[in-house]
């Protein structure tokens, strides 16, 4: 099928099987653009979690990365969450298996575990905290105002961004994303001398040279706010360039450039375009909606250890907007 006849089918199979679509800002555009033109959502790892959550549609679709659909079906196990393509994963997740994991948290019994939402259902139940980009410094910053110790798997530059931020006492997983990885310091300075005017947006899974070069660092959604508040018509743009669609469609009259990943070191992954996000098209959506293949499952008891540290994780940034973060919902560990 043609892609606007995929685009059509899509949109009727969406209706008829009441089913809607919680897309990430990484995957193609046609599958951001469709998501918002059906009534699902285009967001951040986050708000996909608490969207999915709180939709009355009894199918969601998550075109994105495996933890994402697994989140969401742990999130609400009484959906049907499917997903274009289940082979889509993440090197945070792969990076970090679940008996290695269990064998470093035993190593530090006295700490917080905190773990990055990119991980497995099995990383996630054995957490204390489950944090994405857009709220991670937030958090560890209450728990280390409480006097708490945090073990942080599995994206080493988040966690070393976190510490530096928030001089909390952490301990750190070694794992990286193979996308932001591979952005590089010394290009990127060369670039901002091509263009000086430039403002600088990084995801702080990027090393921390190359944090030390933004001007904002933030999770997707993060880096949209700041190219439409920040005062500067250029932007060079450190993450996944599935970003800059969103980018460039809300700010047509900005001008948004890649950040450089060729150069000293450059490896054949280096692209800015994960693979496993890509894996996500129009042909694999129509075949689960129509079909009902490719269903996210995830066993229903470590689902419900697995949703204690992701329900924290919303129950803090939903009263942190409505601006009342209390003590009560940082609890010590043991006392959850
Ligand atoms: P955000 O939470 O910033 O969207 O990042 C999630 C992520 O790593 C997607 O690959
Ligand atoms: Fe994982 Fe990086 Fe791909 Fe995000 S962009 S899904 S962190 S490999």
Known sequence: MERQALMERARTLLKEKN????????????????????????????????????HVAQTLVVSGVRFMGETAKILSPEK????????????????????????????YPDRTVV????????????ADWLVTSSCALDIVRALK?????ILWA???HLGNYIQRETGADMVLWNGACIVHDEFKA???????????QAKVLVHPESP?????????????SGILTAARTLDAREFIVATDNGMLHKLRTLNPDKVFIEAPTS????TCKSCAHCPWMAMNGLAGLVHVLETGANEVQVDPALGQLARRPIDRMLAFTHAQRAGKVSAGLVPHIGAA
């Open 263 to 266: 150069g000293n070191s450059a």
């Open 19 to 54: 089913a809607v679509m919680v897309s990430h800002y990484y995957v193609h555009p046609d599958l951001q653009d469709l998501a918002e033109a059906t009534g699902g959502i285009v967001s951040d790892s986050l708000e996909m979690a608490r969207f999915g959550r709180d």
């Open 208 to 220: 921390a040279d190359v944090i030390a070069l933004a001007d904002a660092v933030g999770s997707t």
């Open 145 to 149: 105002d409480q006097g708490q110790k």
């Open 115 to 126: 773990v990055y939402a990119n991980t497995s259902a099995a990383v996630k139940a054995r």
């Open 186 to 196: 010394f290009e990127l300075e060369a670039l901002k001398k091509e263009h000086p």
């Open 154 to 156: 599995p994206d080493r």
């Open 80 to 107: 049907r969450v499917l997903m274009p393509d289940l082979d889509a994963t993440c090197s945070l997740d792969l990076g970090c298996p679940i008996a290695e994991f269990n064998a470093f948290c035993d190593a």
